[in-house]
């Protein structure tokens, strides 16, 4: 929908962008008088005089944005089954935490003596997150869960080569996995090799078998699968990659389903990652913000990128330090990590507990199977069988009858509720991937479950109103086509 000078409206709302209300003359803000001294210009061919910029007032400003906000889905305002991103409720008590002056007013160039208590919670952030996953070495430096896998996987290449091991150089990855794994390995230098997966959702075994050899870097799975599925072979496979002398990585972007259920170094796994953004409290989307440490066995902690908490001395006269691991794969950052995020999951982790956090992936995993069980008559499974924390529905039998997964995806919207993730995995046609997460209640689930078994009747008593969906929002029906190959990036009056 075109929003141009003239003026629009959803309902009674004004639908102007800013540079609509301009007039000029009009302020939002006065700089209050400089306190520094003048400082030259640069040189004025550096300079532009043909950005145009809105002068409007202070309260056009605010309702402009208010207005965005409520445009907008969010976790706060709506159900947001997004597969495989985990939007749960993020308590704002937390927020209020990560915000206290000790930890939101300090600078990372500041002397570590006077950030004690700052390197302190990054210390046993490490140590909890390295109890929860049973992988004791971990750096809190990556930035985003894609960043902590590739550094799991130069942490793998520099093992190798400290061994002198330089033919191993591939890394074995199931066709389910997160499209991030191979192009992670990619960028470490790694050549990729699929494994399939068997009919049942599983890593085939005996292909496994028969890829794992002595040029095997690393064996990459995601846990639970993208099918949100626990790999019942774990075991075997994890001994068949160190029999062929390669590294175990796990992609653990999720531990929302295993937090207080297991371990992953338990089951053999050397190298994870695991996103803060998602498990640990807060609140993501749009881009960002993110957090992915890198967890590693201990022997594998040498490598680690830095820098790393550590603490010296017991008792009163301990102190706290950031420090470079002995042959670290070095810096991925500015800094060490997102810390205002490191903040929220320690403040997530004490206030839980391990029975609190095993309550977390128990009831995410009830919300999942619960949908899965209501929704199965009408919806084909990519596996049938128990799920974990999100469940994978194919619309196979929709599309049989005129309607796809996007155009069921669209009229969700209709009733407030977010598309699920759809067409991942690949491996599965039609794939509508569906995470309720342990926030939901029973109340939700129901009307979830409602509006999915109206869809589908829908499909053959009223299939216009699913292709043309959704109806309701202030953007309807886009032609993505051409939004993608010719977008508009900027405001023109045109």
């Known amino acids: 929908m075109t929003i ?18 301009s007039v000029a003359g009009r302020r939002a803000f006065t700089l209050p008088e400089s306190d520094v001294p003048v400082q030259e210009l640069p040189d004025p061919s550096l300079l532009r005089d043909d950005i145009e910029l809105p002068e409007v007032s202070q309260l056009e400003v605010i309702r402009y944005f208010s207005l965005l906000s ?3 889905f969010s976790i706060d305002t709506n159900f947001y089954p997004l597969g495989s991103c985990t939007m749960k409720y993020n308590p ?6 990560a915000n206290l002056p000790g930890l939101a007013d300090i600078h990372p160039l500041q002397p570590a003596e006077t950030v004690q208590g700052a390197i302190r919670l990054l210390k046993e952030l490490q140590d909890d997150l390295g109890e929860i996953t049973g992988l004791p070495g971990v750096s809190l430096a990556p930035l985003a869960g894609a960043q902590g896998e590739y550094a799991g996987l130069l942490i793998a290449r520099a093992y190798h080569q400290a061994r002198h091991d330089a033919e191993r150089t591939v890394a074995i990855i199931p066709d389910s ?7 992670s390995a990619s960028m470490a230098g790694l050549e990729v090799v699929t494994v399939r997966s068997d009919d049942q959702g599983n890593v085939d075994v005996e292909n496994l078998r028969e890829l794992a050899d002595s040029r095997t870097a690393a064996f990459m799975l995601t846990i639970p699968s993208t099918l949100g599925l626990f790999e019942p072979n774990i075991l075997e496979i994890t001994k068949i990659i160190h029999d062929a002398g390669g590294l175990v990585y796990a992609d653990g972007a999720n531990l929302n389903a295993l937090l207080g259920l297991v371990k992953l170094g338990d089951l053999g796994v050397d190298i994870c990652h695991s996103n803060l953004h998602k498990t640990f409290s807060t ?8 957090s992915g440490p890198v967890l590693v066995r201990a022997d594998l902690a040498r490598y680690l990128p830095e ?13 706290y330090r950031l420090a470079a691991p002995a042959d670290s794969i070095g810096p ?6 997102s810390f205002s995020i490191a903040a929220r999951a320690y403040a997530y982790i004490r ?9 977390v992936s128990e009831n995410a995993i009830i919300g999942a199977n619960y949908i899965q069980a209501g929704l199965k008559d009408r919806y084909d499974l990519a596996a049938d069988r128990y799920c974990m924390h999100e469940t994978v529905l194919s619309a196979t039998r929709q599309k049989k009858r005129g309607v796809s997964g996007l155009d069921i995806a669209k009229r969700l919207l209709d009733f407030g509720i977010h598309a699920p993730t759809m067409y991942f995995p690949l491996i599965v046609e039609e794939a509508l991937m569906i995470e309720p997460t342990e926030s939901e209640s029973k109340e939700t689930l129901d009307h979830f479950i409602a509006v999915m078994r109206q869809i589908d009747d829908e499909v053959d008593s009223a299939p216009e109103l699913i292709h043309d969906a959704p109806h309701d929002l202030p953007v309807t029906r886009l032609d993505e086509a051409t939004a993608a190959r010719r977008p508009v990036l900027r405001w023109s009056a045109e």
């Open 351 to 359: 206030a839980l507990g391990i029975e609190g956090l095993r309550s």
């Open 177 to 183: 996995a997160h499209g991030t794994n191979p192009a």
């Open 92 to 97: 704002k008590i937390n927020d209020e935490l």
């Open 307 to 319: 820098p790393v908490a550590e603490k010296t001395g017991d008792g009163p006269d301990s102190t």
């Open 4 to 21: 141009g000078p003239d003026i629009e409206r959803a309902g009674d709302i004004d639908r102007r962008l800013l540079m609509d209300r």
């Open 332 to 337: 991925l950052n500015g800094f060490h990590g």
């Open 70 to 72: 409520q445009l907008n």
């Open 283 to 290: 609140p993501h989307g749009g881009g960002g913000p993110g």
